[in-house]
């Protein structure tokens, strides 16, 4: 997953929600044919921004995005985290948000499931990076594991069911050393990157671990999860980026506004709106990169090797 005042008081709703606030959301006029909010997740005048559970402080990290999106459109914008991959799959099925940050397994899966989803952009943390990240196989400072064949038997850290980088790939891995991710383990489900990274590297509940590159290597040293050097890297694997989506179900108008304002949007392009960018912003986002449907390929081919429930629609 990787790669946030200039109108805060008129955009902001930011939120760390539950599974409840997505479906509250379907209480406004989407499905139920109300005319000037038609194809709004909630009404004309605010974009619902669902999230994926990837980072602990996730209005930290995205709030300039949400600023930039709220200033250029003039709508609130609602920034509203699930509780799980599996709820933002749910709610992007049902129209319960208008723009996201997904994985690309979380993007695979709805589409799968009926989501009409539009990617409008994958990040890349720097100038001239080809888009995507790594899946990192981490084990404590110290620890006798040193490969993915050794993971057999062990007490092992995923991020979620419907994790790209933090579950998917990994199951990949492990099946191609011979080892299946839900007998030969133990598996524990962490529910996010920096969570997955924590445990292992605390060594306890999880003896070796999968997390997003910019977690281990930099956000979670930053947020005091961690100290440099308590983790090992000993496995990188290179997946899609994680996209940037918009809703097919918004009107036509706002779609062709969103795809302006996102195609190629840069730090700098967010910068000079006057917006405050944070440090854990400049960590994941230099800029987006406009991609099609068919780069995410290569997610499902991953989906039919491991045959993940989650890839089902």
Partial sequence: MKKNTLTRGLALVAGITLMGTLAACSAGPAGDGASASEGFAKDADTLVMGMVPDQQS?????????????????????????TDYAALVEASIAGRIDIGSFSGFTYVAATNGGAELEPLGVTVTKEGEEPGYESLTVVPKGSDIASIADLKGHKVCFVDPGSTSGYLYPS??????????????????????????????????????????????????????????????????????????????????????????????????????????????????????????????????????????????
């Fill in 172 to 313: 990949a891995e492990l099946l191609a050393a011979g080892i299946d991710p839900e007998k030969d383990i133990t598996p524990v489900m962490a529910g996010g990157h920096d969570a997955s990274a924590q445990k292992t590297a605390q060594g306890v509940e999880c003896e070796a671990g999968f997390a997003e590159d910019a977690v281990v290597e930099t956000t979670g040293i930053a947020d005091g999860l961690f100290a440099e050097g308590d983790l090992e890297v000993i496995n990188r694997v290179t997946v899609p980026g994680a996209p940037i989506v918009m809703s097919k179900k918004l009107p036509a108008d706002t779609q062709t506004e969103l795809q302006d304002l996102m195609k190629n949007l840069t730090l700098a392009d967010i910068e000079a709106e006057g917006i405050a960018v944070t440090d854990a912003f400049k960590a994941f986002f230099y800029e987006l990169v406009p991609v099609e449907d068919s780069y995410y390929d290569s997610v499902r081919k991953v989906c039919e090797q491991t045959g993940a429930a989650q890839c089902q629609p």
């Fill in 58 to 82: 996730v209005e930290n990290t995205f709030q300039p995005l949400v600023d930039y999106i709220a200033a250029k459109t003039g709508k609130k914008v609602e920034l509203i985290q699930s």
